[in-house]
């Protein structure tokens, strides 16, 4: 069995089963919890392309997630299934922010 890796910007992580895989763009420097995908740990990420995985896809290629506290955010660099979540609380699609207004 692998271990979970640790939290930190850069790192790239991948679901223990499915063809999800994530990039760490910000995490707590202390503290860090565990990032799940469909409620397995997330492993440091094997060389190569992933397989696609069979199904409808729950994470979105090129969205970024966030936790609830805006604490750990991630950036999704192969979609598949599977739900990601912190700390054991599932993580929501980071809102864009809105562009200023032109006159």
Same mark, same amino acid.
């Given at each position: %069995?692998? @271990?979970? *890796? !640790?939290?930190?910007?850069? /790192?790239?992580? =991948?679901?223990?089963?499915?063809?999800?895989?994530?990039?760490? /763009?910000?995490? +707590? *420097?202390?503290? =860090?919890?565990?990032?799940? $995908?469909?409620?397995?740990? %997330?492993? +440091?990420?094997? *060389?190569?392309? +992933?397989? !696609?995985?069979?199904?409808? =896809? /729950? @994470?979105?290629?090129?969205?970024?997630? /966030?936790?609830?506290?805006?604490?750990?955010?991630?950036? $999704?660099?192969?979609?598949? +299934?599977?739900?990601?979540?912190?700390?054991?609380?599932? %993580?929501?699609?980071? *809102?864009?922010?809105?562009?200023?207004?032109?006159?």
């Amino acid at each position: %069995m692998t @271990t979970p *890796a !640790p939290l930190r910007p850069g /790192v790239q992580l =991948a679901a223990a089963e499915g063809s999800t895989r994530v990039v760490v /763009v910000r995490a +707590p *420097a202390e503290n =860090a919890q565990e990032l799940t $995908c469909g409620g397995a740990p %997330m492993i +440091p990420a094997p *060389a190569g392309r +992933p397989e !696609p995985s069979a199904g409808d =896809a /729950v @994470t979105v290629l090129g969205k970024r997630y /966030v936790d609830a506290d805006d604490t750990v955010e991630v950036l $999704c660099t192969s979609s598949g +299934p599977g739900e990601l979540g912190y700390g054991g609380i599932p %993580m929501t699609l980071k *809102a864009a922010k809105p562009l200023p207004a032109s006159d």
